[in-house]
């Protein structure tokens, strides 16, 4: 009696074991289950997302030329002597925005191309999203440009793959410059990208103006550098040009990118006409949007083949 009053009692206690164990399992394969739609949640990228910083190489301008770098009044002599040469006047000055270094960025890129002004669009050639991009801004018959990455003075500055360096033959120059405008669908001229070395070199430039002339292209210098050859040459060369007279964003504060928007305006309103550089960022294009109203109010945003001659 006493002997089966113990089997029954380890039997309940074994019973009970058996019972927790399975409800302990369970919850842990929910708490499994749970954590693993959690991570994927977490992880789990938006269909657009920007790509994460550190994880893509994203090439930008140098600033403007540093001013203990050039010859003194030299920037000034430059602006002065092309409003001495500024064409008349229009009843409205005309403005032309180049956005650079287009192709990198899939979000801002296709923000900045969304935005209803008559933006110039330069494309990076080797660059992720230039292809379907620039088809973007031809359907949207805006201007588009190459952004032809050349050799800065600073060996820290990365101008890309592609890129035209001195040490480069004539031979080189002109296969290089040929495969930045194959790689740019619809473009009808280009602008440097970097260059601050490169370009104060008359003879690299002429190699690769005279690339750019054999495909019909115009030539704007971004004027990295205060000795650029760029503009001189080129104009030399019979190719129309111009060059970049304002950076807007390389302080990426709205703000402060306004304020550049608006020496930009007031340029314009001097000379006539006045070309600015931007760059895909999210301050530049929070400053296009709340500029825009103020921008259209005052002068006339052409694309950059109207201010070349």
Not at 49 to 59: D, M, N
Not at 214 to 236: H, M, P, V, W
Request: aromatic share 6%; proline share 6%; net charge neutral.
């Amino acid at each position: 009696m006493y002997f089966f009053s113990t089997l029954q009692r380890l039997l309940v206690c074994f019973t009970l074991l058996a019972l927790l164990f399975l409800l302990g399992n369970c919850g842990n394969q929910q708490n499994r289950d749970q954590v693993t739609e959690e991570t994927a949640t977490s992880y789990q990228l938006p269909h657009m997302q920007e790509p994460v910083p550190g994880t893509l190489l994203i090439v930008f301008e140098e600033p403007d030329p540093p001013p203990h770098s050039d010859p003194k009044t030299a920037f000034v002599t430059v602006l002065a002597a092309e409003t001495q040469q500024a064409a008349p006047r229009k009843k409205r000055p005309q403005v032309a925005i180049i956005i650079d270094d287009m192709g990198h960025h899939q979000v801002l890129g296709e923000r900045l191309l969304a935005l209803d002004l008559n933006l110039t669009y330069s494309f990076l050639p080797q660059a992720p999203f230039t292809t379907k991009q620039a088809q973007i801004a031809h359907e949207k018959k805006s201007d588009i440009l190459v952004h032809v990455p050349m050799e800065p003075k600073d060996p820290h500055w990365n101008p890309g793959k592609g890129a035209l360096y001195l040490k480069d033959d004539k031979a080189l120059l002109q296969t290089k410059t040929q495969q930045s405008i194959s790689a740019v669908p619809h473009a009808i001229g280009a602008n440097n990208h970097m260059g601050s070395l490169f370009s104060e070199n008359r003879a690299a430039m002429q190699t690769v103006l005279l690339t750019l002339q054999k495909n019909g292209f115009f030539y704007i210098d971004s004027f990295t550098t205060a000795q650029s050859k760029g503009l001189e040459e080129a104009k030399r060369l019979n190719i129309p040009t111009n060059r970049r007279h304002i950076f807007l964003d390389n302080d990426h504060d709205p703000q402060k990118i306004c304020k550049q928007i608006k020496k930009l305006i007031q340029l314009a309103q001097k000379n006539g006409s006045a070309i600015g550089i931007g760059h895909p960022n999210k301050a530049t294009l929070t400053a296009l949007t709340q500029c825009d109203r103020e921008l259209l109010a005052t002068v006339d945003i052409v694309g950059a083949h109207n201010l070349v001659q």
